[in-house]
């Protein structure tokens, strides 16, 4: 089998990460307007005509695919900017933090490695900050000069679930904020509370995805820098 070449590997995770969460966000749009039948929902065209047109025009197809593309990436920049709103406010704790302060992660000695390598200075390894988490784990990842596969994947399986949390958000949002869906909870509040549930999922599993891709970026330094 031929090898998978690295920069069209890099190129489809790249597309992947937009066009899966933007994908998700317009199927949960359309469900909801299924089960719950908001008047917001009137402009969304007619989903069997889009389907019948996609199988006899293939450039419909490829518009849709722009479009998916281009949601996907407005999708992909308003979570990045959510993440970064969580982190400036302390609204949670950044990943890299969680992975150098709980010990089951790392080693206590590995810990005091990767800290005293960076040259950042800190009180005690449980007092780490927000900030200095974040300038321990840039020099880790800046230091680490053979990218693992597993590194890799992890990055992109965080940003894919913050991209999914988002779009799934966001559609919640648009729905209770657009007319409509507001005045059908009390009848449809089963459905609301799946939403819910699959939002609470969502989040669950970034943040676990973030840990993971953080911890490696570190396991990937200790490697490298013994």
């Known amino acids: 089998m031929a090898d998978v070449n690295p920069n069209q590997d890099f190129r489809f995770k790249e597309i992947m990460k937009r066009i899966i969460p933007a994908s998700y966000f317009m199927i949960l749009l359309f469900t909801i307007k299924k089960i719950v039948n908001c008047e917001f929902y009137d402009f969304v065209p007619n989903f069997k005509i889009v389907i019948q047109a996609l199988s006899s025009n293939i450039l419909y ?25 969580l982190y400036k406010f302390c609204l949670i704790s950044r990943s890299s933090r969680l992975a150098l302060t709980k010990k089951k992660r790392l080693k206590v000695e590995d810990v005091h490695k ?66 409509g869906f507001l005045n059908q909870i009390q009848s449809e509040w089963f459905f609301m509370i799946g939403l819910l549930l699959v939002g609470l999922i969502l989040w669950k599993e970034w943040r676990r995805k973030s840990c993971l891709y953080a911890h490696n970026v570190f396991v990937e330094y200790l490697k490298e820098n013994q």
Do not use: M
């Open 114 to 179: 990767i800290v005293n390598d960076s040259k950042i200075k800190v009180p005690t390894i449980e007092d780490i900050c927000q900030k200095q988490a974040e300038q321990i784990f840039n020099y880790a990842k800046d230091h680490i000069t053979r990218r693992d596969n597993i590194v890799e994947d992890y990055y992109y399986q965080s940003i894919i679930a913050r991209n999914l949390l988002t779009a799934h958000s966001f559609s919640l949002l648009s729905s209770l904020l657009l007319n």
């Open 61 to 85: 197809g490829l518009l849709s695919l722009v479009i998916v593309y281009v949601i996907g990436f407005i999708i992909n920049n308003l979570a990045s900017k959510f993440e970064r709103t």
